[in-house]
């Protein structure tokens, strides 16, 4: 029987809930246990496809093209799985799926209600986990924190599945926060109290209580929580702020909780946990290593989440290569007024990663310029590759009046248009060119060099692409198509001859990078970085025992 374990948040958000259920996710795959994780997230959009960046950070995008919250980022980067669309359920899912039903007359006359229809849709959901993914463990985390009006039916849900699963087969960990108080130089356990109060409410007992913190805590505060919260001291997990997310696990692991759930699921370790890999890895997040930077230049750049994975890619090819990269967080349309141009100058790469909307999309295509004449490192993503081709006809044709049909519906030249399929689309979600798609590599180029295979597949999210039209003039100029869908209609990445390294992708490669697995084409990137700030030789890679450990 498959084995559930419910993760709640209580007393405020933003305190690394999905983090920590990727890292737990990571402590039973270590033990030999397959697993797979959910998010419940109780808004009622029906996918965060069609939000704003700045109100939900980046969306992530799955193999079958669901667009996602973005701890299913976390999910795959922490237990290296493919998640599918049933991951992510939403009230909006939900509530359409429940009243569809009820206008085809499938509930014969009944009353539709919260309990119990809206509940049995949402177990239904939880059950496709396993069903669609064959995990034998399935974490669902549920959005919000305890005490919000939305996330009420979700925990009604959860705590039915208790009497439906049996106690071995269910588990509830509770993530607080515990705040710290200056003027006395202590943290404080009564929110913690009160929210698993607030739970018991509800009707769900907490089997364990995660206690996040910025501050060490000391053990009565342990047993002060086990006391209120009613759970014995193993079951209390204090989890300090780390320097590294990829921290966690290891934290985690150290404090015994891989086996305190397993017990609690009346299960046995399958295997020892191999943590070679992550300590290395943590440990070189964690020592001070040559610096690049990365002039990143983007819409959305005050909220940092919306740029999440791409982030997170530099990051682990960084890592990977031995170097810190160091982001310059660039506004595009403060370029556009001739204002921080001296963080893309002083960076060794530019980068422009996807975005929406015409604000700001001159700015980019002047770094984009910037960046090819002077043979600056260039990592297009998605609106980066189709900005890049914008900016290269202009030069070809010496004008400024090439451009997206996304942002200048009446261009003379429409060098990036809507895709044909596109055309007669009017509803804005979930109708993109999503997900898996594959791309052939073109040998003797940059990106087959990088790939070092002929055939990849690559997740997408866009609606527009370059216009065929415009393929021969763009050879001329001096742009090689990298990568081409398998029929030869589609550009899927493209690149500058006589540069050192501009690539520019119509996917999201961000999407697959895995912290023991960087992207190649980023690997391939930063290594371009490093070679242009002067800091690393690929001959001699770097000997960690000789740099000074970073303090934490
Ligand atoms: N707005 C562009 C399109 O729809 C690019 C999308 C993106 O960068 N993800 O094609």
Not at 112 to 118: A, G, R, S
Not at 422 to 427: C, L, M, N, T, V
Request: glycine share 8%; aromatic share 8%; proline share 5%.
């Amino acid at each position: 029987m498959t084995k559930y374990i419910f993760l709640t948040g209580g007393v405020v958000s933003s305190v690394g809930k999905g983090v920590t259920a990727a890292a737990i996710g990571r402590l039973l795959k270590e033990r030999g246990f397959s697993v797979a994780v959910q998010k419940l997230d109780p808004y009622i959009n029906v996918d965060p496809g069609t939000m704003s960046p700045y109100q939900h950070g980046e969306v992530f995008v799955l193999d079958d093209g669901a667009e996602t919250d973005l701890d299913l980022g976390h999910y795959e980067r922490f237990i290296d799985i493919s998640l599918n669309q049933v991951c992510n359920v939403t009230t909006g899912q939900v509530y359409a799926e429940v009243i569809s039903k009820e206008r085809r007359g499938d509930y014969l006359g009944g009353t539709i209600q919260v309990i119990p229809h809206i509940t049995n849709e949402i177990k239904r959901r939880i059950g496709l986990v396993p069903k669609t993914t064959g995990a034998e463990i399935v974490l669902v985390e549920i959005g919000g924190t305890v005490g919000d009006i939305e996330s009420l039916p979700f925990l009604e849900a959860l705590r039915q599945m208790r009497t439906d699963l049996g106690r071995e087969n269910s588990l509830y960990v509770h993530v607080t926060w515990l705040p710290y108080i200056g003027a006395t130089g202590e943290l404080k356990t009564k929110p913690t109290q009160h929210s698993v109060r607030e739970l018991r409410s509800i009707g769900i007992s907490p089997d364990v209580i995660i206690a996040r913190s910025d501050h060490p805590v000391t053990h009565d505060l342990i047993e002060k929580i086990a006391l209120f919260g009613d759970v014995e001291e193993r079951a209390v997990v204090p989890l300090i702020t780390a320097l590294n997310l990829y921290e966690v696990p290891l934290v985690l692991d150290r404090l015994g909780l891989g086996e305190f759930l397993l017990e609690r699921l009346g299960e046995k370790p399958r295997r020892k946990p191999d943590w070679d890999e992550w300590e290395n890895f943590v440990t070189k997040a964690k020592h001070i290593l040559p610096e690049v930077k990365i002039a990143l230049v983007g819409k959305y750049v005050e909220l940092h989440d919306a740029y999440f994975s791409v982030r997170e890619a530099l990051e682990h090819a960084g890592l990977a290569l031995g170097v810190d990269v160091k982001i310059n967080w660039v506004h595009s349309s403060d370029l556009e007024k001739d204002k921080n141009w001296e963080y893309v100058k002083q960076a060794d790469g530019v980068l422009v990663p996807g975005g929406f909307g015409s604000r700001g999309t001159e700015g980019k295509i002047r770094a984009i310029r910037y960046a090819r004449e002077e043979k600056v490192p260039y990592l297009g993503l998605c609106l980066g590759l189709q900005l890049l081709v914008v900016e290269f006809v202009r030069h070809i044709l010496n004008t400024d009046e090439p451009n997206s049909t996304e942002f200048d519906r009446g261009t003379t030249y429409p060098v990036i248009d809507l895709m044909p399929d596109q055309r007669d689309i009017a509803d804005m979600g979930g109708t993109m060119r999503l997900g898996l798609y594959p791309c052939e590599l073109q040998p003797g180029t940059i990106a087959s060099a990088a790939y070092d295979q002929a055939l990849v597949n690559e997740r997408h999210r866009h609606r527009f692409e370059v216009n065929n039209a415009y393929r021969s003039l763009l050879n001329q100029g001096g742009m090689v198509f990298s990568g081409i869908s398998p029929d030869g209609r589609l550009v899927e990445i493209v690149e500058i001859k006589n540069h050192p390294f501009m690539v520019a992708t119509q996917f999201h490669p961000e999407f697959l990078s895995r912290p023991n697995r960087p992207h190649p084409l980023f690997l391939a990137y930063i290594e371009a970085v490093a070679k242009r700030a002067g800091v690393i030789d690929t001959q001699h890679p770097i000997n960690l025992e000789s740099i000074e450990s970073r303090k934490s």
